[in-house]
T-cell receptor, first 113, second 121 residues
Framework: AQSVSQHNHHVILSEAASLELGCNYSYGGTVNLFWYVQYPGQHLQLLLKYFSGDPLVKGIKGFEAEFIKSKFSFNLRKPSVQWSDTAEYFCAVTNTGGFKTIFGAGTRLFVKA | GAVVSQHPSWVICKSGTSVKIECRSLDFQATTMFWYRQFPKQSLMLMATSNEGSKATYEQGVEKDKFLINHASLTLSTLTVTSAHPEDSSFYIC?????????????????FGNGTRLTVT
């Protein structure tokens, strides 16, 4: 069965620190990969997505993610976090040709000012 | 961007009653919508895929008779929690794939409603 694993449930960083959130998925076929973010009191919104092509994708607010097919990974990175990045981040996978999206458990990021 | 509107945002009901939650796509047509349930400090769990004009597809372990889904039009899907019990208390979220001006596909990112917090007393 398709599954998504996020390595860190809680991350606390100081402003300007670098961020990397791990995401691994299990599915044998071709997938579309997403990172969603949920800011406090708001609904989920798309941060970035990968369908094909360059495995390094850039999203909004300085975030990027790298798809490594051999490792079934899609880690999220940001070189320098800000206090406003405090949120919960979800990795998600959809198999191509299907519509069902499976989410990881989420990572709560708290950035200290 | 594509907007999904969910109503109500919160509801409190007594055990044994039924609650209907609406999910509307405001500026696009959605042949498929998804209903998720989110427990505190946990991820979104897909409950069912709502298909316009046909029966919903439920995930394993989700009771079809408990969680009735109707997708009567291209812009509206409803989830009815029947004979609600306290263990049904949760945060329910609907979503739809959308890229404005294009047919929905698995490449389309999900757009989420604001969610409905259901409390059953």
């Amino acid at each position: 069965a398709q599954s998504v694993s996020q390595h860190n449930h809680h991350v606390i960083l100081s402003e300007a620190a670098s961020l990397e959130l791990g995401c691994n998925y299990s599915y044998g076929g071709t997938v579309n990969l997403f990172w969603y973010v949920q800011y406090p009191g708001q609904h989920l919104q798309l941060l970035l997505k990968y369908f094909s092509g360059d495995p390094l994708v850039k999203g909004i607010k300085g975030f990027e993610a790298e798809f490594i097919k051999s490792k079934f990974s899609f880690n999220l990175r940001k070189p320098s976090v800000q206090w406003s990045d405090t949120a919960e981040y979800f990795c998600a996978v959809t198999n191509t040709g299907g519509f069902k999206t499976i989410f990881g458990a989420g990572t709560r990021l708290f950035v200290k000012a | 961007g594509a907007v999904v509107s969910q109503h109500p945002s919160w509801v409190i009901c007594k055990s044994g009653t039924s609650v209907k939650i609406e999910c509307r796509s405001l500026d696009f047509q959605a042949t498929t919508m998804f209903w998720y349930r989110q427990f505190p400090k946990q991820s979104l769990m897909l409950m069912a895929t709502s298909n316009e004009g046909s029966k919903a597809t439920y995930e394993q372990g989700v009771e079809k008779d408990k969680f009735l889904i109707n997708h009567a039009s291209l812009t509206l899907s409803t989830l009815t929690v029947t004979s609600a019990h306290p263990e049904d208390s949760s945060f329910y979220i609907c979503s739809a794939n959308a890229v404005l001006g294009q047919p929905s596909s698995s490449n389309s990112p999900l757009h989420f409603g604001n969610g409905t917090r259901l409390t059953v007393t």
